[in-house]
T-cell receptor, first 116, second 114 residues
Framework: ETGVTQSPTHLIKTRGQQVTLRCSSQSGHNTVSWYQQALGQGPQFIFQYYREEENGRGNFPPRFSGLQFPNYSSELNVNALELDDSALYLC???????????????FGPGTRLTVT | AQSVTQPDIHITVSEGASLELRCNYSYGATPYLFWYVQSPGQGLQLLLKYFSGDTLVQGIKGFEAEFKRSQSSFNLRKPSVHWSDAAEYFCAVASNQAGTALIFGKGTTLSVSS
């Protein structure tokens, strides 16, 4: 069974630029969630994708957008990068439709984004 | 709004001693609760979860947690800590407003002294 993978591992961008982060979900999972983890904080929910559609969103502006593909992999796009976007971005996969077990999320190692 | 509070930012425990990490949640109905562990530079690993039934749940690596509705708590325990348990621990509650998202606390850093 393949776990959740994310790419790239690290990324350095300049303020105002755009970035795309990628995630491959765990085998058998149909739902992908993205979280932002600032230094010293807990993960904060950005949004979730199920059946290629956004299925819930946290308190993040529209410049944070995403996609889910037919193979359940996903992308997180951030436009007009700001210094405060520097964080660890975590992708988590789960299997919706299993009752409470659908809330069990399995995380990838994350992408460390630095905005200068 | 739902929330999770982890009152202890940093805890130091001697190796072999017992451990309890506190977690309080805010949620009207019966919550789905989770504990995750994060080692430096890594993602989060699920330790255990509570959905319903027995209020004492067992997890991996010798951890257990007890759900107490009257105290809105879900504290994590381990009878004997190992040096490899040093990490960041996060408590989370399932959201009732955003798909199957999780709402996390700010975490507790565990240091283990020899």
């Amino acid at each position: 069974e393949t776990g959740v993978t994310q790419s790239p591992t690290h990324l350095i961008k300049t303020r105002g630029q755009q970035v795309t982060l990628r995630c491959s979900s765990q085998s058998g999972h149909n739902t992908v969630s993205w979280y932002q983890q600032a230094l010293g904080q807990g993960p904060q929910f950005i949004f979730q994708y199920y059946r290629e559609e956004e299925n819930g969103r946290g308190n993040f502006p529209p410049r944070f957008s995403g996609l889910q593909f037919p193979n359940y992999s996903s992308e997180l796009n951030v436009n007009a990068l700001e210094l405060d976007d520097s964080a660890l971005y975590l992708c988590a996969s789960s299997s919706r439709g299993l009752g409470p077990a659908g809330y069990e999320q399995y995380f990838g190692p994350g992408t460390r984004l630095t905005v200068t | 709004a739902q929330s999770v509070t982890q009152p202890d930012i940093h805890i130091t425990v001697s190796e072999g001693a017992s451990l309890e990490l506190r977690c309080n949640y805010s949620y009207g109905a019966t919550p789905y609760l989770f504990w995750y562990v994060q080692s430096p530079g890594q993602g989060l690993q699920l330790l255990l979860k509570y959905f319903s039934g027995d209020t004492l749940v067992q997890g991996i690596k010798g951890f257990e947690a007890e759900f107490k509705r009257s105290q809105s708590s879900f504290n994590l325990r381990k009878p004997s800590v190992h040096w490899s348990d040093a990490a960041e621990y996060f408590c989370a509650v399932a959201s009732n407003q955003a798909g199957t998202a999780l709402i996390f606390g700010k975490g507790t850093t565990l240091s283990v002294s020899s």
